[in-house]
């Protein structure tokens, strides 16, 4: 009898003992919720884990349940029955995580990125997936793993976050259907809701300020960007998690097709990221020319350049894209 996938990971779940559930660098509330909810789920059959981030719980998700398992990886490389990579579109954006892991007899991928190209021994990408926790729950469903109230509030932020509360395409009413079966455990949706978006740190504002100086509209409106540079990452004292989000103001502007956020970084490349309102223009598609990756509407990459040379380049092949949508 051949297994379906999620009778081969469900199979391995419960056959092995230790555990790495491992997730991307800068990581988002899907990373971190994903991660927290299958590593809880594997705790109460019993199993050992170690649930490893390079840059550990982020202050403003701390609230999710058992977020004290989440950490960053340590030093002294450990072993491993088995890897587990949630959320993440290529291997190396596990960052440090990557080289904690000493050996693992079976490395599992379990993500949404269209732009995943399958590496490790088992591997479950499901593209149409609006968050990796969607496929979590699936999987805890199938194979009939233990769901409580933590691990459903894990996944419900986790899915609220990835989905942008429930508005992006992807959102089906099956997306809908787990969020009222993670409800029925229980868990309070205003509260939840606040934590996620209305419990911000003044300075993510006064970043918005700064942001918006620097805002720029090309191609009549149709592609908007800004830039923060590292001075005033530094003047504003803000943390990578601030910008989170941000990127969506530019999109939710009337007529705007593609946003771009271009932060310069210390290591001298440029953080990318990229929305799209529509297929059409494929913003994964143009990461990937710039050796990132992600989603048709939502991507993004690290360029090697100065902010100024960085936006330069890749607006252009923005602009490019959005001009031969008129003509074409
Ligand atoms: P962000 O703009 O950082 O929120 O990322 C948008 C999407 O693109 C997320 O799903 C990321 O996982 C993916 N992504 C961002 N940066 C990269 C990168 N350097 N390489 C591959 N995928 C990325
Ligand atoms: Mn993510
Ligand atoms: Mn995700």
Same mark, same amino acid.
């Given at each position: 009898?051949?297994?379906?996938?999620?009778?081969? +990971?469900?199979? +391995?779940?419960?056959?092995?003992?230790? &555990?790495?559930?491992?997730?991307?660098?800068?990581?988002?509330?899907?990373?971190?919720?994903?991660?927290?909810?299958?590593?809880?789920?594997?705790?109460?059959?019993?199993?050992?884990?170690?649930?490893?981030?390079?840059?550990?719980?982020?202050? @403003?998700?701390?609230?999710?349940?058992?977020? /004290?398992?989440?950490?960053?990886?340590?030093?002294?490389?450990?072993?491993?029955?088995?890897?587990?990579?949630?959320? $993440?579109?290529?291997?190396?954006?596990?960052?440090?995580?990557?080289?904690?892991?000493?050996?693992?007899?079976?490395?599992?991928?379990?993500?949404?990125?269209?732009?995943?190209?399958? *590496?490790?021994?088992?591997? *479950?990408?499901?593209?149409?997936?609006?968050?990796?926790?969607?496929?979590?729950?699936?999987?805890?469903?199938?194979?009939?793993?233990?769901?409580? =109230?933590?691990?459903?509030? #894990?996944?419900?932020?986790?899915?609220? $976050?990835?989905? /942008?509360?429930?508005? *992006?395409?992807?959102?089906?009413?099956?997306?809908?259907? +787990?969020?009222?079966?993670?409800?029925? $455990?229980?868990?309070?949706?205003?509260?939840?809701?606040?934590?996620? *978006?209305?419990?911000?740190?003044? =300075? =993510?504002?006064?970043?918005? =300020?700064?942001?918006?100086?620097?805002?720029?509209?090309?191609?009549?409106?149709?592609?908007?960007? &800004?830039?923060?540079?590292?001075?005033?990452?530094?003047?504003?004292? %803000?943390?990578?998690?601030? #910008?989170?989000?941000?990127?969506?103001?530019?999109?939710?502007?009337?007529? %705007?097709?593609?946003?771009?956020? &271009?932060?310069?970084?210390?290591?001298?490349?440029?953080?990318?990221?990229?929305?799209?309102?529509?297929?059409?223009?494929?913003?994964?598609?143009?990461?990937? @020319?710039?050796?990132?990756?992600?989603?048709?509407?939502?991507?993004?990459?690290?360029?090697?350049?100065?902010?100024?040379?960085?936006?330069?380049?890749?607006? @252009?092949?923005?602009?490019?894209?959005?001009?031969?949508?008129?003509? /074409?």
């Amino acid at each position: 009898m051949t297994l379906s996938k999620f009778q081969e +990971i469900g199979r +391995i779940l419960r056959e092995q003992r230790r &555990f790495a559930i491992l997730g991307h660098v800068r990581p988002d509330g899907d990373a971190l919720g994903s991660q927290l909810a299958l590593a809880l789920s594997l705790e109460a059959l019993g199993k050992e884990i170690r649930v490893w981030n390079e840059d550990g719980m982020l202050d @403003k998700y701390s609230f999710l349940p058992r977020a /004290g398992l989440l950490t960053k990886p340590p030093s002294n490389a450990e072993d491993f029955d088995v890897a587990i990579a949630l959320d $993440t579109a290529i291997q190396n954006r596990l960052g440090t995580a990557l080289p904690a892991v000493r050996s693992a007899k079976i490395w599992i991928n379990i993500d949404h990125h269209m732009s995943n190209p399958g *590496y490790g021994d088992v591997v *479950y990408v499901d593209s149409s997936a609006p968050a990796t926790a969607e496929i979590i729950f699936r999987l805890i469903k199938s194979e009939n793993l233990p769901l409580n =109230r933590d691990i459903a509030e #894990n996944l419900y932020a986790a899915i609220s $976050t990835d989905t /942008g509360s429930f508005q *992006y395409p992807k959102t089906s009413a099956h997306t809908f259907e +787990i969020a009222a079966e993670l409800i029925r $455990t229980g868990l309070d949706v205003g509260r939840l809701s606040q934590l996620l *978006y209305e419990n911000y740190p003044r =300075r =993510r504002l006064e970043l918005l =300020r700064e942001l918006l100086r620097t805002m720029r509209f090309q191609q009549s409106g149709r592609v908007a960007s &800004f830039g923060l540079t590292l001075e005033t990452a530094a003047e504003l004292g %803000v943390l990578p998690e601030d #910008n989170e989000g941000l990127i969506d103001h530019l999109r939710a502007v009337h007529g %705007v097709i593609v946003a771009v956020f &271009f932060e310069e970084l210390s290591d001298g490349k440029v953080r990318v990221s990229m929305r799209s309102k529509t297929e059409v223009v494929d913003v994964c598609a143009i990461c990937q @020319k710039f050796g990132g990756g992600g989603h048709a509407l939502a991507a993004g990459a690290r360029v090697r350049g100065t902010l100024a040379e960085v936006e330069e380049r890749v607006l @252009k092949e923005v602009c490019d894209k959005v001009q031969a949508l008129a003509v /074409g």
